[in-house]
């Protein structure tokens, strides 16, 4: 009854910028803390970054200083600006909500997930 729907991936060349939407129904979305996972061919899945309800964030090192989590509870919507796009971000991006406090890096602490957008760029 949880839904998670994830827009906005696509083809974009290295440098370019994406900005994903992941919008959300049927759970009080102030309460629970949401993230981004990606995964590509052949890895384990990874954390994103994580936003808290009240707007606190933690962000993969890998990424950071180029994309950004935000989320708007009026909206019931959560965000994820990627700039400087390079081939290694190329994978599937999921949309997670947690009630619980998670663990950033845990994908089992997320019970709800969207069905995933893609993001290629190119080499």
């Known amino acids: 009854q949880v839904q998670l729907v994830e827009s906005g991936g696509g083809l974009v060349e290295p440098g370019g910028s994406l900005r994903l939407s992941c919008t959300t129904s049927g759970h009080s979305n102030t309460l629970a803390s949401m993230a981004w996972f990606r995964q590509a061919p052949g890895k384990e899945r990874e954390y994103v970054s994580v936003?808290?309800?009240?707007?606190?964030?933690i962000i993969n090192m890998s990424v950071k200083h180029r994309f950004t989590i935000s989320r708007d509870n009026n909206k019931n919507t959560v965000w994820l600006q990627m700039n400087s796009l390079a081939p290694e971000d190329t994978a599937r991006y999921f949309c997670a909500a947690a009630l619980a406090e998670p663990t950033p890096n845990n994908p089992d602490d997320y019970p709800n997930w969207g069905r995933g957008t893609q993001v290629t760029v190119p080499s």
């Open positions: 936003i808290t309800p009240g707007g606190g964030r």
